[in-house]
């Protein structure tokens, strides 16, 4: 592609800090503006699989990137070598990609284990040990509770659910939320399980640049969910919260 040409990206900008004024949003998550799209011309249309049917009825060009379904997370950065082609700069992403590799570097193991569920609509789901979250808790050097063999989140009987978080040291929460308020009630399912305090490891998405991050610097990411639970400090991206049964 030249400088001439346009290119539309569909991601979720609110997610991402450190964005340009000059990058617009063309909606957010799965509520894509069609119409501000068409707009714009592009060229070339870059999203995910799960946006193709919702742009079928546009007939540019798209690269459709499923950059989630790396189990690594160096595999997922490496999507900078993509771009690279894309836009012709080659040689800049693999300069990029070879900063990441070679700052990759695993902190010392810890002897804590670490769960991770989710409950949707009363269905608890707990990542396969072959996922992108598993390895990158195991990469930080921490055991990973999750089930064996599995690429993907497995459904998990209440019994089940019940042993996995009783059986980890903390549980890792990802929060979707914009603050902490009403993170009590968001727990309510985990803490009705937890047989004691409920020792959470805390990353709110919208707080902190863990999405940005976890590509561009993934080795940060690692060293520094390894020095929480090592210092029980608050890092960049985790700190640690014990919810009251």
Avoid: H
């Avoid at 050097?141 to 903390?170: F, H, P, W």
């Amino acid at each position: 592609l030249g400088a001439e040409n346009k290119v539309v990206g569909l991601f979720n900008k609110s997610r991402v800090g450190n964005v340009s004024d000059s990058v617009k949003s063309v909606g957010e998550g799965s509520e894509i503006d069609i119409e501000q799209i068409i707009s714009l011309n592009p060229d070339l249309i870059i999203c995910n699989s799960y946006q193709l049917e919702a742009l079928e009825m546009i007939g540019t060009a798209k690269l459709f990137v499923d950059d989630f379904n790396e189990s690594s997370p160096l595999c997922k950065a490496s999507v900078i070598n993509l771009f690279g082609a894309v836009f012709s700069k080659r040689g800049k992403s693999k300069s990029i990609f070879d900063s990441i590799v070679k700052s990759y570097v695993k902190p010392a193991l810890l002897n804590y284990s670490i769960g991770q569920l989710n409950n949707f609509g009363g269905v608890w789901y707990q990542p396969g040990c072959e996922t992108y979250l598993a390895n990158l808790v195991k990469d930080a050097g921490l055991q990973m509770n999750c089930v064996e063999g599995r690429k993907t989140s497995v459904v998990l009987s209440q019994e089940e659910a019940l042993v996995a978080i009783n059986n980890s040291d903390y549980l890792l929460f990802f929060d979707w939320e914009k603050t902490e308020e009403g993170l009590s009630d968001r727990l309510t399912e985990a803490r009705r399980l937890s047989k004691n305090n409920l020792k959470i490891i805390y990353c709110n998405t919208y707080q902190s640049e863990f999405f940005q991050k976890s590509i561009l610097v993934p080795g940060k990411i690692i060293k520094d969910l390894n020095k929480v639970v090592k210092t029980k400090k608050e890092g960049e991206f985790f700190k640690i919260i014990n919810l009251e049964k």
